[in-house]
């Protein structure tokens, strides 16, 4: 079993940055596919961004490509996503997901049910 628990979360205005860490409670941290997803009130739960294990492969939704960015310190156990540029519509609760299922290793996946495990997800807050 991992535990996620993302950090990082908060309150800004339109244009402000933010950066959420997620840390992960596995021993093989390093073995994980790891995703960004967001859900906004209302609306079903989306994906953002996601890595690959060696965090040499990345993916993100065309919505946040040149804005976000999701990386990965495996000696730390975390993924980071940096949230740049943040606009309203982005407000919502941003959950971590790991994937420790069989895979290649060079995947990165866009999907909620490709995961396995999941943080409590942090809250973020986009002003106008």
């Known amino acids: 079993q991992v535990q996620l628990v993302e950090s990082g979360g908060g309150s800004v205005q339109a244009g402000d940055s933010l950066r959420l860490s997620c840390v992960a409670s596995a021993r093989t941290f390093n073995m994980y596919a790891m995703g960004w997803f967001r859900q906004a009130p209302g609306k079903e739960r989306e994906f953002v961004a996601a890595?690959?294990?060696?965090?040499?492969?990345?993916d993100y939704a065309d919505s946040v490509k040149g804005r976000f960015t999701i990386s990965r310190d495996n000696n730390k156990s975390t993924v980071y996503l940096q949230m740049n540029s943040l606009k309203p519509e982005e407000t919502a609760v941003y959950y971590c997901?790991?994937?420790?299922?069989?895979?290649?290793?060079?995947?990165?996946?866009?999907?909620?049910?490709?995961?396995?495990?999941w943080g409590q997800g942090t809250q973020v807050t986009v002003s106008s």
């Open positions: 997901a790991a994937r420790d299922r069989l895979y290649t290793g060079s995947e990165v996946f866009t999907r909620s049910w490709d995961y396995d495990y």
């Open positions: 890595i690959n294990r060696s965090g040499v492969k990345t």
